[in-house]
């Protein structure tokens, strides 16, 4: 049995950890990071949900009502909270991260049923909107997350410590990228010109604040800034690499940023996948811990990995993408047949497992990934 095989296989019965039936205030089945949580959480819910339909496409019926869970809790201002639980909202996330719109489109393509979104449209179109009504600067015209836990990288040493809505930061804007380009391909798919070219213009608009504000043309790396300052924050983390798998970087620029920060061992590539924070930086740790935040100071995460797996494809690199799908399928495989269940990051340079036992959710993706990155397959593609 090849390693695809295996780690498909090992990852088959895992995925009945993380589908609920609708329960209370949550009025379609959803998706939860298996093990012991029972909330649909919003990019754990559409990687997971992206997860299950690149494999069966009929699995994207999950994806549909992840996306209706959150179209159905839109307020009239356009806030969408993003942890929703069966007793109700909580509050420990802001407005929820922006993988709406995609998870609308990736889920109608799967489906090939577009007709369920349009009695929806106006209430996605508040919830895109929403954070450039309420949390844009105006003279970069670039997004600032509400705080770390918002990111959803807790501890990303690109934004924890500093004030609210005080970082316009590279991850976050390019998620907004992607929301734009798929809510122009709603638009078109509904029939709706107007609305298709506007988001189109959005998604070119932003796409030219992100790489005059953010990309560093000396360094080859995008870095957040302070919104107060307009000061580069020079921290080579995760949420520099988002804009590469956002599908907006030119490819010679892209390829540049891969050869220098991605490949480069003493940089982002580790022996067991890609660093969160660069080797060379100060705060560079593997420490296991859950409280106060997970960390995302240097652990490989599978859902990383999987990102930049198809980021090295998108760019040229498909022999190294492999290789990271490979990696990715190993560490996985490893601790499943190790403990029983998965970790949500481990050890960059040994591969042990770290936080969270029994996670599941986006590591679902190294299912998929291997035989994906060799017909050259990215299911993320817009």
Not at 268 to 288: C, E, F, H, K, S
Not at 327 to 347: F, Q, S, V, W
């Amino acid at each position: 049995m090849t390693l695809a095989d295996r780690i498909r296989e090992a990852l088959r019965e895992k995925k009945t950890l993380v589908k609920r039936p609708k329960k209370g205030h949550i009025a379609h089945d959803y998706l939860v990071p298996g093990g012991p949580y029972n909330e649909q959480w919003d990019w754990d819910g559409f990687f997971i949900g992206m997860a299950l339909a690149s494999e069966i496409s009929s699995e994207a019926i999950y994806l549909k009502n992840w996306a209706l869970n959150y179209l159905e809790h839109v307020r009239p201002d356009g806030f969408t909270p993003g942890l929703l639980t069966p007793d109700g909202i909580d509050k420990r996330l802001h407005h929820m991260k922006p993988f709406l719109a995609q998870g609308c489109l990736f889920a109608s393509r799967f489906l090939d049923d577009f007709s369920w979104l349009a009695p929806h449209l106006d209430r996605l179109e508040r919830s895109v909107g929403y954070r450039e009504r309420k949390f844009f600067d105006a003279g970069s015209g670039l997004g600032a997350w509400h705080d770390s836990m918002e990111s959803g990288a807790d501890n990303n040493v690109a934004i924890l410590g500093y004030p609210r809505r005080g970082v316009l930061a590279a991850d976050l804007n390019a998620f907004l990228y992607r929301e734009y380009v798929a809510m122009a391909m709603i638009a078109q798919k509904l029939k709706d010109r107007k609305k298709s070219l506007r988001y189109g213009a959005k998604a070119r608009d932003l796409k030219k604040n992100i790489l005059r504000y953010l990309w560093n043309e000396e360094e080859k790396i995008f870095y957040n800034l302070e919104r107060k300052t307009g000061r580069r924050i020079k921290r080579a983390t995760y949420a520099s690499l988002i804009p590469l798998w956002s599908g907006m970087v030119p490819y010679a620029k892209g390829r540049e940023m891969i050869k220098r920060w991605i490949l480069n061992p003493k940089k982002l590539w580790a022996p067991w996948g890609i660093r969160t924070l660069a080797a060379d930086d100060p705060a560079y740790n593997q420490v296991n811990m859950i409280k106060p935040h997970s960390n995302w100071q240097g652990p490989v995460w599978p859902l990383v990995n999987s990102l930049t797996a198809y980021i090295l494809l998108d760019y040229g690199f498909r022999r190294e993408a492999l290789r990271l799908a490979e990696k990715t399928a190993r560490l996985c495989l490893a601790d499943i047949e190790k403990t029983g269940g998965m970790h949500e990051n481990y050890n960059a340079d040994t591969g042990e497992p770290l936080a969270a036992p029994d996670f599941v959710s986006w590591n679902l993706l190294a299912g998929q990934i291997i035989p994906q990155v060799r017909e050259g397959i990215n299911p993320f593609r817009l």
